[in-house]
């Protein structure tokens, strides 16, 4: 794809040279005048390997063709493939003698869940720093699940990985937290960063999501969000100082945000995104089969302030696929063109003309021990269901279910049953945000394993205990579970969206946001609402739920209440609640399909 300003730059020299060969007589002899342009010469070919989203998914995955696809081991081997085929060989029509390339991860390098638990114990480096240090990333950002363990495991993650990577964070602070400024310290956390590639140099700037706070467990850790200033400061700096080549990497959850941002921008050439898990990928382009389908073209070319196309690149998350953006310059450092026939998503696949064979170092060193602890949970039976739990994405995010209710009653017992030992008041009501529920599938009725606790509650998240919340901050944390935008009056799906226990709410979604409830009760018979009016019945209550939502995670109005973190994980509550609770078994009487009622919505 050749971009706008090359394209004017070679028809301004056509012109011209029209001009000159038709402007006068053959015998006239014309006073020599102004040299026409020289078009622009590609001088240097960069290829952009990059990945996002990787969250921990280190095992091959089985297609919905039977196909099989991902694996930490294939993609690193499709890494140094795609690394050294870059820079060997005849260079492809269009591009440059020198070439080059850089290795990029745009955030979310690894997920809490039992593929990142596998390292617990193993006496070993965490799995996902030898996977990532294998890949020979140069560049890397933080994403906003690189701080779901808290700032402190993210500092034993990066003293796991192998030096070389440059972790750019231009808009973060960490000197509220000691471990990660020592990372600032010895140079692995950087502000800026500029790569030499083949003798030329790249400025990075790397950005990550406002939204870190509300996200993530970041902690002490501070986020500047005036993106644009940020990135237009930096890449000013490069400019002064002679690095006229600028990568701006991001981690912005979704890419409409990096296309957005990309309006606001001066003088960055690429733009390679994180956070949102699309796939961007052209007709015909070779894809794995998860049932994604692609977001956009690849890549997507958004103008810049200065009216300049701007590509920006991202890829599908979990180790599913490899991005190839191939992009020419000149010699002033201005970009002249994307090689659209080598730029793709190359994806992780088996089989077929892409087929990669595993890394067995990798395979050796992470695939196979995490398999083998996966496999442990998966045999280990905690629990036998009578009926299917539904933990369909969709649903968990807009309407009651039983899975919601089990997860819920599950904080609802570790914080009673932990509540003495923190000295705080036994929680009477528990929330739990559908967006914490992952597993996205119906779990079926019969075994449930100690795998699946992890899959439906894979977070960092501990149990917390707000034992004296006001209760119209309460009452502001249900309305905003039922928030969420409505079509043909139906609520439609939201992390945010609240799971119950302890009381029964009706709403009506007709109304604005911030007014449905009708009608709230707690299990004992206190009425809070009746009406769509508090009843005043209370001043406070105690509120158990995870300490990401009592941090004002997914938007919740509790930042600032008081709360004690209890030494206990959602996936771990659960896993007891199971075992202890229900001594085993779940009932069709206590957890019936479609839920008992607790949320209802009303016309």
């Known amino acids: 794809m050749s971009l706008a300003p090359a394209r004017a730059r070679r028809a301004a020299f056509a012109l011209a040279l029209a001009c000159?060969?038709?402007?006068?007589?053959?015998?006239?002899?014309?006073?020599?005048?102004?040299?026409?342009?020289?078009?622009?010469?590609?001088?240097?070919?960069?290829?952009?390997?990059h990945a996002n989203d990787l969250e921990s998914s280190l095992l091959p995955v089985t297609g919905t063709d039977g196909s099989t696809?991902?694996?930490v081991d294939r993609f690193v081997e499709l890494v140094q493939r795609e690394q050294r085929a870059a820079v060997t060989?005849?260079?492809?029509?269009g591009q440059a003698g020198k070439r080059g390339v850089l290795t990029v991860s745009a955030g979310d390098n690894f997920l809490p869940g039992p593929q990142l638990a596998a390292s617990e114990g193993s006496g070993r480096p965490i799995y996902d720093a030898t996977a990532f240090s294998a890949a020979g990333f140069d560049v890397s950002i933080f994403g906003n699940h690189d701080f779901d363990q808290n700032p402190d495991f993210l500092a034993r993650w990066l003293g796991d990985v192998s030096p070389g990577t440059a972790f750019v964070a231009g808009n973060l602070g960490f000197g509220?937290?000691?471990?990660?400024?020592?990372?600032?310290?010895?140079?692995?956390?950087?502000?800026?960063?500029?790569?030499?590639?083949?003798?030329?140099?790249?400025?990075?700037?790397?950005?990550?999501?406002?939204?870190?706070?509300?996200?993530?467990?970041?902690?002490?850790?501070?986020v500047d969000p005036d993106l644009a200033r940020i990135a237009n400061a930096q890449a000013a700096a490069y400019?002064?100082?002679?690095?006229?080549?600028?990568?701006?990497?991001?981690?912005?959850?979704?890419?409409?945000?990096e296309v957005a941002l990309a309006g606001q921008l001066h003088g960055v050439d690429v733009i390679v995104g994180g956070g949102g898990h699309e796939l961007l990928a052209d007709p015909g382009d070779p894809l794995v089969a998860n049932g994604v389908t692609p977001y956009g073209r690849y890549p997507l070319t958004p103008t810049d302030a200065d009216g300049r196309v701007v590509p920006v690149v991202t890829t599908n998350a979990l180790y599913t696929y490899v991005g190839r953006l191939v992009v020419t310059f000149d010699e002033r450092g201005e970009l002249l063109a994307v090689d659209e026939g080598a730029s793709r998503p190359i994806p992780v696949v088996a089989q077929g003309p892409d087929a990669v064979a595993p890394d067995t170092r990798v395979n050796q060193q992470v695939v196979q021990p995490v398999q083998e602890y996966v496999s442990s949970l998966a045999r280990q039976v905690v629990a036998r269901s009578e009926v299917p739990l539904n933990g369909v994405r969709n649903d968990v995010r807009?309407?009651?279910?039983?899975?919601?209710?089990?997860?819920?009653?599950?904080?609802?017992?570790?914080?009673?049953?932990?509540?003495?030992?923190?000295?705080?008041?036994?929680?009477?009501?528990?929330?739990?945000?559908?967006?914490?529920?992952?597993?996205?599938?119906?779990?079926?009725?019969?075994?449930?394993?100690?795998?699946?606790?992890?899959?439906?509650?894979?977070?960092?998240?501990?149990?917390?205990?707000?034992?004296?919340?006001?209760?119209e901050t309460f009452l502001a944390g249900v309305e905003h579970g039922l928030s969420a935008a409505v079509a043909g009056g139906v609520l439609q799906p939201a992390g945010s969206f609240a799971q119950a226990a302890g009381y029964r709410v009706s709403y009506d979604p007709a109304r604005p946001a911030g007014s449905r409830v009708v009608d709230l009760v707690l299990d004992d018979g206190?009425?809070?609402?009746?009406?769509?009016?508090?009843?005043?019945?209370?001043?406070?209550?105690?509120?158990?739920?995870?300490?990401?939502?009592?941090?004002?995670?997914?938007?919740?109005?509790?930042?600032?209440?008081?709360?004690?973190?209890?030494p206990v994980t959602y996936q771990q509550a659960l896993a007891t609640y199971l075992?202890?609770?229900?001594?085993?078994?779940?009932?069709?009487?206590?957890?019936?399909?479609?839920g008992e009622g607790r949320i209802t919505p009303v016309s």
């Open 398 to 471: 807009s309407r009651e279910t039983n899975l919601g209710n089990l997860a819920t009653d599950a904080l609802l017992a570790a914080g009673r049953r932990e509540a003495a030992a923190a000295g705080v008041a036994a929680p009477v009501v528990a929330l739990q945000n559908g967006g914490g529920i992952r597993n996205a599938s119906v779990l079926p009725a019969g075994d449930i394993s100690a795998l699946d606790t992890y899959t439906v509650l894979p977070f960092a998240n501990f149990v917390g205990v707000a034992p004296a919340m006001p209760v």
């Open 526 to 566: 206190t009425v809070l609402v009746r009406g769509g009016a508090p009843t005043g019945a209370l001043e406070t209550l105690s509120v158990a739920t995870i300490d990401f939502m009592l941090r004002g995670g997914d938007g919740y109005p509790f930042d600032g209440v008081a709360f004690s973190v209890l």
């Open 89 to 93: 060989g005849r260079p492809g029509p």
């Open 69 to 71: 696809y991902g694996g």
């Open 176 to 222: 509220a937290e000691p471990r990660l400024l020592a990372e600032v310290q010895d140079g692995t956390i950087v502000r800026t960063h500029v790569q030499e590639v083949k003798g030329e140099r790249i400025g990075v700037i790397g950005l990550t999501t406002p939204e870190l706070p509300r996200l993530s467990s970041s902690r002490g850790v501070t």
């Open 579 to 594: 075992t202890g609770d229900l001594g085993g078994r779940v009932t069709a009487a206590d957890y019936p399909v479609g």
């Open 239 to 257: 400019a002064a100082a002679g690095v006229d080549k600028v990568v701006l990497v991001s981690h912005l959850q979704d890419i409409d945000n």
């Open 20 to 49: 000159t060969l038709t402007a006068a007589p053959a015998t006239a002899v014309a006073a020599p005048g102004p040299k026409a342009p020289k078009p622009p010469k590609a001088d240097f070919t960069l290829t952009i390997l």
